[in-house]
């Protein structure tokens, strides 16, 4: 329009106070009782309780409609490839969070059957995580410390570490602080703690992540080394165990440093191969399976422990758990370490949900998330499960080899 066009154009306005523009708006001054919102608050009726069904126990509104001819196949790769994955990384966090290998694959079992029924996120892969092992291995060992369990070995003439009651008394532990975790993230799931998503910004998990795999790698190097430090814990607790790591490094067991460094070697050489031969592959070499399998080979024939004192796993126990009610004479000590775990194990999980959600357009609810966590790792409690959250490697895994829902990765897990 030019602006030839505008001379003698003239809008007139009238200035409204607050009051009058409610009365144009029509706005009513009229109010609700307390009685009669809270009889429409708890009235029921058909469509409202299959709504709250539907959103409460989210596998009922996306399993029937369930396609198998667009994602049973990929669904089925990606099953079978997270299902090895969880093996191996199971054994290695239970060693993390200081109790025997099996409690791992106990805890890539249960609380995954649960987040399948209750979770709203189609790709994320939740089972152990680094992060939460190291949290609860802290737990652990504070509770359950070496010192408390010394008895007197007639054969040697000295104290020995009696391993069977102290694993036994830190499996209860672990049970009790991941029951009381999931407990707490039930709770804030059901008073809408879940808008606290919005304030965690990428640059803060990724802090947190970044941080958190320095303490894990710190946590290996006994293992790597074949060395025993003692437990630090408070301010500098990370300096001072690398400071006795590098005293101890002359006791160093050579055989279990070489078997440390070629596995090393031989995980970065595959994983830089399944990076460069991905897209030819239709799934990833599974290095951690084959690691496991070489290994065991290896330490049966030429006796590694027997020979050159190499620590094994052992025997590990076939079958499943009975439930065992959680330890809840201990749950006054752990309290402050379940509200961390159930927090920091919410807040990977979500991050990382949001993330494909968006990618792949469909909507992860934060409360539901929240109460899905929960009750996982509140019923894995019962059948001596540690703590779980979302494991990025796991996920990204699952998500590149095609997986689109929750389905088939559910079933191909270690057992």
């Not at 939740?126 to 369990?149: C, D, H, K, Q, W």
């Not at 509140?378 to 796991?394: L, N, P």
Request: net charge neutral.
């Amino acid at each position: 329009m030019d602006e030839r066009s505008l001379v003698g154009y003239h809008v007139h306005r009238e200035v409204l106070d607050e009051g009058e523009v409610d009365m144009l708006a029509g706005k009513s001054n009229a109010t609700v009782s307390l009685s009669k919102r809270m009889k429409e608050a708890v009235r029921c009726s058909g469509p409202r309780l299959k709504s709250c069904m539907l959103s409460s126990v989210p596998v009922f509104s996306w399993l029937p409609h369930y396609s198998l001819r667009d994602n049973a196949i990929g669904d089925l790769i990606s099953g079978i490839s997270v299902g090895i994955m969880h093996l191996p990384q199971g054994m290695a966090y239970a060693l993390l969070a200081a109790v025997p290998p099996v409690f791992g694959l106990f805890s890539s079992f249960y609380p995954i059957l649960v987040y399948f029924i209750f979770g709203t996120s189609k790709h994320i892969s939740v089972g152990t995580y680094a992060v939460m092992s190291v949290m609860i291995g802290g737990v652990t060992e504070r509770l359950a410390p070496n010192s408390n369990f010394m008895i007197w070995d007639n054969a040697t003439n000295m104290s020995i570490v009696d391993v069977l009651s102290r694993d036994a008394e830190r499996v209860k532990v672990a049970a009790a602080v991941t029951f009381l975790s999931g407990l707490i993230q039930v709770l804030l799931g059901l008073v809408q703690f879940g808008f606290v998503v919005t304030y965690l910004s990428e640059p803060l998990v990724r802090g947190y992540t970044t941080g958190a795999a320095i303490h894990v790698i710190v946590s290996q190097l006994k293992y790597t080394f074949g060395i025993s430090p003692d437990r630090h814990s408070g301010p500098f607790a990370l300096i001072f165990t690398v400071v006795e790591v590098c005293f101890l490094l002359p006791k160093t067991n050579i055989g279990t440093l070489v078997v440390s460094l070629v596995t090393i070697v031989g995980l970065i050489v595959v994983k830089e191969l399944n990076t460069y031969l991905g897209k030819k592959l239709p799934v990833p070499i599974p290095v951690e399976l084959l690691g496991i399998i070489i290994a065991t080979l290896i330490s049966w024939q030429v006796n590694l422990q027997g020979v050159y004192g190499v620590e094994v796993v052992g025997e590990i126990p076939s079958g499943l758990q009975p439930p065992v009610l959680p330890e809840a004479s201990l749950f006054g000590q752990v309290i402050g370490d379940a509200f961390a775990l159930s927090v920091v194990g919410y807040g990977i999980a979500i991050s990382l949900g949001r993330i494909f959600a968006l990618k792949y357009g469909y909507k992860v609810d934060s409360n539901q998330e929240l109460i899905a966590l929960g009750l996982s790792n509140s019923i894995g409690g019962f059948f001596q499960c540690f703590a779980i959250s979302c494991s990025m490697s796991r996920s990204m895994v699952q998500e590149s080899t095609g997986g689109k829902t929750q389905v088939w990765p559910v079933h191909f897990q270690p057992w």
